[in-house]
């Protein structure tokens, strides 16, 4: 069977990350609002792209970078 390393990882991560907080919802919730609200720690940026963007929404740059 094939294993993938990265997504291994990934669930390595959210387990230790769901551990630390007790695997309590409320306490991860808490944990991320109080992060985005950091400064330059944005866990989503919602915000709209300025006009000149040059990448569309949801897609790469024209030139695939």
């Known amino acids: 069977m094939y294993t993938d390393e990265i997504v291994e990882e990934v669930w390595r991560n959210r387990e230790a990350y ?17 992060r985005q609200k950091q400064p330059f720690s944005r866990i989503v940026d919602r915000r709209r792209r300025p006009s000149g963007s040059t990448v569309p929404p949801g897609g790469a740059p024209p030139d695939g970078r």
Request: aromatic fraction near 0%.
């Open 18 to 34: 769901a551990n630390r907080h007790n695997h309590s919802l409320r306490e991860i919730v808490a944990d991320l609002q109080s």
